[in-house]
């Protein structure tokens, strides 16, 4: 049996360590609270055209990296572009807003799915590329 159990039967009612208050909880700090507007979105899909083919992969990972930093909660440089979108943290509700972030700034809709198999933000720069093209 567990320690605690043998020491919870042979404890009564009439214990004193049993009357003694508990200790008061500590609660973490709290966040601090997010100043003003969201920042507006630093590629547009004019930026990403007139950008040389060999530049809108990198464009669209830095993107990327900004967006899934936004979803996560953490700053774009945290985001490993090497790691897949479920070892980020990226699952369905994220993946979901991810999706409905890069539909509204660059008007593709890449499938739910697509986002959370990708195995890595390059791959999923591609597969952006692709569909912008």
């Not at 700090?29 to 003003?36: E, F, Q, T, V």
Request: proline letters at 11%; glycine letters at 8%; aromatic letters at 2%.
């Amino acid at each position: 049996m567990d320690q605690a159990l043998l020491d919870w039967f042979r404890t009564g009612p009439d214990d004193t360590a049993a009357k003694q208050p508990a200790p008061p909880v500590r609660l973490a700090p709290a966040l601090p609270a997010l100043s003003g507007p969201p920042k507006p979105p630093d590629l547009t899909p004019a930026a990403l055209a007139a950008a040389p083919p060999g530049r809108r992969a990198h464009l669209l990972g830095d993107y990327l990296c900004q967006e899934i930093g936004r979803v996560l909660h953490c700053p774009a440089e945290a985001v490993d572009r090497d790691q897949t979108m479920t070892d980020l943290g990226v699952g369905s509700m994220t993946g979901l807003e991810l999706r409905n972030r890069i539909v509204a700034t660059l008007g593709a809709a890449p499938a739910l799915t697509t986002i959370l198999r990708a195995e890595n933000v390059r791959e999923l720069a591609a597969h952006l590329e692709g569909v912008l093209a």
